[in-house]
């Protein structure tokens, strides 16, 4: 925490400063600590531009003298700019006492009106040139960490992809209808088909950024031991996977994986993402309208690396860690075990007489 000196601003400078802020008539200030006390030394009237006084102000400044300088910025002329010249060749004392001091000048006076600080420790640092430096460093955004830095690319990517945050609305489930996709009508009729036969096919459907619609991949029979090397491993994709398995009452699962390396591009992971839950649904739709062989499982899966698919990812996904004979209803719900007796209360002490 930093330690102040104690030494606070003169009634001279007070009144000097607060007929400044009421006429508006002095671009500067040049004020010293002189018995203890911040006194005004100099003072310039507003003659031009800020850039073009501030050439007059180097007259001003001393190769070895610290000193402050308050300054009336021109846009707007209410707002004052605090400036703390500290040359390099100033003894030690000088510059602990002036950089303790610095905070006590600009509250004295009232915080509010001074907008902006620079600090100098040349008079190169109070030329037109290095003024205009300072505010484009001042403009220019903050250096991110590795881990900012992504985030806010995530963030760029939701509000190209117009995700962008609705409050409540984004538990309605809505996210398909913001972005926006539309259905190729392959996709479409390919989903139909899915659960027309009682064996093991997969759907894979793609997002075409360009037009932010739906796309049929492939559709084509595969086991559950060639699951894995049917999924694209480079770029993001919704699978459907109709798994014919003997762990279901009905004999199978459409199971929803989505896909989603991590290696791919962070704008196409947030346009997968935001459209996952809103394409699970309209699949729920064809299904129920060609009438499946298969339930849409209610469990969806996601995966970073398709390689990891296989029977036990599956398994472990859908709550089917049971052996083959363990029969799981439509819910995910085991029904080997016969349903526990609900508790018994236990009667209380008998009454005394």
């Known amino acids: 925490m930093a330690t102040t000196s104690g030494i606070g601003v003169s009634p001279e400078l007070t009144k000097a400063f607060s ?77 602990t006492l002036y950089a303790s001091t610095r905070s006590s000048l600009t509250k004295s006076l009232g915080s ?21 430096a300072h505010k484009r460093h001042k403009a220019a955004p903050k250096p991110l960490s590795a881990q900012e830095q992504e985030m806010a690319n995530i963030k760029a990517a939701e509000r190209e992809a117009g995700n962008s945050y609705e409050g409540s609305n984004a538990r309605k489930n809505h996210i398909g ?9 392959e996709a479409e009729d390919a989903v139909k088909a899915l659960g027309s036969r009682n064996d093991s096919r997969i759907v894979i459907l793609k997002i075409e950024p360009s037009t932010e619609s739906l796309e049929l991949d492939s559709f084509v029979d595969v086991t559950v031991d060639s699951l894995s090397s049917s999924i694209p491993s ?27 390396p991590t290696t791919s591009p962070v704008r196409h992971r947030m346009l997968y993402s935001s459209a996952a ?10 299904l ?47 029904e080997d075990y016969p349903a526990k007796p609900s508790f018994a209360k236990p009667k209380g002490p008998a009454r005394r007489r």
């Open 19 to 95: 007929d400044a802020v009421e006429t508006k008539n002095v671009r500067f200030f040049k004020v010293i600590i002189q018995d203890e006390s911040l006194v005004p030394v100099d003072s310039l009237p507003v003659t031009d531009s800020f850039n073009e006084d501030l050439v007059q102000l180097q007259e001003y400044l001393e190769d070895r003298e610290p000193c402050y300088i308050l300054a009336r910025l021109d846009d707007p002329p209410s707002e004052w700019l605090a400036i703390s010249y500290v040359p390099n060749p100033a003894n030690v004392r000088d510059k």
């Open 112 to 132: 509010t009106v001074f907008t902006d600080n620079l600090f100098a420790i040349s008079k190169e640092d109070l030329t037109p040139e290095a003024y205009e």
């Open 177 to 185: 209808q913001r972005v926006g996709l539309t259905w190729s009508s």
């Open 234 to 260: 480079d770029q993001p994709s919704y699978v459907f996977y109709a798994w014919a398995n003997p762990y279901s009452q009905a004999g199978g699962y459409v199971v929803f994986i989505y896909s989603c």
């Open 277 to 286: 839950v809103s394409t699970y649904l309209a699949v729920k739709e064809f």
């Open 288 to 334: 129920m309208e060609s009438g499946s062989a298969f339930p849409l499982a209610t469990k969806r899966l996601e995966t970073s690396d398709p390689a990891e698919l296989d029977e036990s990812f599956l398994k472990a996904g859908l709550n089917h860690d049971g052996p083959a004979d363990t029969i799981v209803n439509n819910n995910g719900a085991r």
